[in-house]
DNA sequence: CCTGCCGCTGACAACGTTGTCCAGGGGCTA
DNA sequence: TAGCCCCTGGACAACGTTGTCAGCGGCAGG
């Protein structure tokens, strides 16, 4: 308490009065563009004027200010990432995976959630231009990402993953949700179902409805018809999921297998389905731990997270570095991972 | 490819001239600071002036330049966050309860992965520092953080979290590691246990220690003897905590119940465990996602990783807005969550 | 009608760094 | 010994913004 009685009387800001190079330079009796070759460890100086200049530094706790160097240069070594919700697990080695191109570019990660909200996500997106990021990696939450066409001709490099930009031409990097769901609804009905079940995310999300495309078509490849009843999309909040899940199990002529959009639905899949006395066929989409141990095992459609973001940022790079031509699609394929519960053959 | 031929001929920087307050100043025939004013919605503007200069704004697709805002101003209305792993679940929800703090404070956050590194951490936080973030949320990966005393002391706000910072005094945030680890040592005495082992992290790490601590305390407390065998600490990889884990059940007196020090021990001991007939029981630290679907459910030591962050944030936002006092130390209690796991008996 | 005040606007300096350019001194060569 | 060159160091402007301050014009009151 006593250490921060306000209103000193003196004319110093109260606070991070921090050495500049210029109290470093007087303290080492050298001129101030002396001190800038030391701290950037630029060539000609002597051995001797240069530990003049560092015990300075030492003694002052000087820190370059990073704000008036980008000021200068223009560049920040940072790059902007925006996604749905850093405590969704799925998002988590994808950042990693961001982040470890970045360090290795020696830029830094500035980041934050949409919460799937389109206009928290042009908000957060332009903040970041605002601060001059050298590039942005959007997991874009909106449909409309023509507030950005200013910025991308500017040169902020932007690459979208896991859903395209809408309403521009942007690089984008995405699974393949449409041939996923379709060997996942497959595979249940290789198991010998007819009546499957699609519980996906909200309608305008493109995954969404590139992976009820694929059921779509899996199911009419088998030549099989599909119920308005079998399917639901909306938000992927617990309640709404396990209600349809519900509906579409007790209806007069129940599925008997489910596929589920996401690795959220699926959680909450699981959970209706352990309260089950019957077993019920289940293929989800993404992997997730413990998927294995479970019993019976998830079948999942297993997409790499981290070689999506790995994929986005080494692209956003190549784009920082120079690289042009239009706009890209990078397409990663997803892979079937089989478990025991897309095996489960329908109750006779 | 066509679109970036290297070297045209204008003397303009290749890449990024942005339009400035002056280019808008000129376009809408008024003064610099009068563009400043609407940008910064000031009063003091004539409704007719204020629209020339929002026209002259989007024809040039002007965004103000925030770091030469920030260099001007002195704070960057930003923290950074400093953790081990953005890819571990633990630091999901941790994560986003700091983001939104910090976005309830009009702040932006940068963050960072240590990788258990502390030189790596070291290099991240003075990056971060030289980025003049107004303050730090730091999992400190190292032991010894004199390193940012001058950084505190020049106004840097910095929070510890999940373990205390070394050889300074500083604010931390804590879980009631000991006590959480004594509590869920006892549930398995009480439950009939004598020969109890513990898998943790590496020593040197506080919370592995405390843990330990608490599991010789409930040993202790119980009248119990721990032979050496029966304590292992390590890195979390999951060929050593098997290895460690298969060494302790497979002895000529083996243990008959396991504590995890950690959510990723935890998860590897489920699959050793998983591979054998004799069930073992097992209480594990930290919750995790799907902890009640396995079977037996897992009981666990549940720390609130959200509430760690949000406190931690919260403290910070209040240092940042002239809190003083002495580095305080808040300690968040911790829940048992008895799901099976740890209620099964030792075989007679 | 004159004076004084207020509301609006713009000129200017400053934030801390880096790039450019020039000066001075010491060493080497002719 | 003189001249030249290179090596080191420093003065200065510029990056784009905001805070300070002063000027200008109009309106109201004396």
Redesign the interface.
Same mark, same amino acid.
């Given at each position: 308490?006593?250490?921060?009685a306000?209103g000193t009387a003196t004319t110093s800001?109260r606070?991070?009065? =921090?050495p500049t190079m210029k109290d470093v330079a007087a303290r080492a009796g050298v001129g101030l563009k002396t001190v800038s070759r030391v701290v950037n460890g630029e060539p000609g100086v002597t051995p001797d004027t240069e530990r003049r200049v560092k015990e300075a530094i030492t003694a002052l706790?000087f =820190?370059?200010?990073?704000?008036?160097r980008?000021?200068r240069k223009?560049r920040?070594a940072?790059i902007g990432l925006v996604l749905e919700?850093?405590?969704?697990?799925f998002y988590?080695?994808l950042? =990693?995976a961001v982040?470890e191109v970045a =360090?290795a570019h020696g830029a #830094?990660?500035?980041?934050?959630?949409s919460a799937e909200d389109p206009e928290r996500e042009q908000e957060l997106v332009?903040?970041?231009?605002?601060?001059?990021v050298d590039g942005l990696v959007v997991i874009p939450a909106g449909r409309d990402h023509r507030y950005l066409a200013?910025?991308i001709?500017?040169?902020v490099a932007t690459v979208f993953v896991d859903r395209p930009a809408g309403r521009i031409d942007a690089d984008a990097v995405l699974s393949d949700s449409f041939g996923g769901a379709r060997d996942g609804v497959a595979h249940l009905i290789a198991h010998g179902h007819r009546r499957i079940g699609f519980l996906g995310d909200q309608p305008g999300i493109h995954t969404a409805e590139e992976r009820l495309r694929g059921y779509r078509t899996a199911m009419a490849e088998a030549g099989l018809p599909v119920d308005d009843a079998w399917v639901s999309l909306g938000p992927t909040d617990p309640e709404r999921v396990r209600a349809a899940a519900i509906e579409m199990l007790d209806a007069p002529e129940p599925v008997t297998a489910l596929f589920a959009g996401n690795n959220r639905v699926t959680?909450t899949v699981?959970?209706v389905l352990?309260g089950r006395p019957r077993p019920v066929a289940l293929v989800g989409f993404d992997d997730?731990? #413990?998927a294995d141990?479970?019993?019976p095992g998830i079948t999942v459609i297993a997409q790499d997270s981290?070689q999506l973001g790995r994929t986005a940022a080494d692209l956003l790079f190549r784009r920082l570095d120079?690289?042009?031509?239009e706009p890209r699609r990078v397409v990663l394929p997803t892979r079937l991972i089989a478990r025991g519960s897309g095996e489960l053959t329908p109750a006779p």
């Open positions: 308490m006593t250490d921060t306000p800001r606070y991070g009065t =921090r706790g =820190r370059r200010n990073d704000s008036a980008i000021l223009g920040t940072s919700d850093l405590a969704d697990p988590g080695p950042s =990693r982040e =360090r #830094l990660l500035i980041n934050g959630s332009l903040a970041l231009c605002a601060r001059r200013p910025e001709a500017a040169g959680v699981v959970r352990a997730f731990e #413990l141990l479970l019993s981290a120079g690289a042009g031509g």
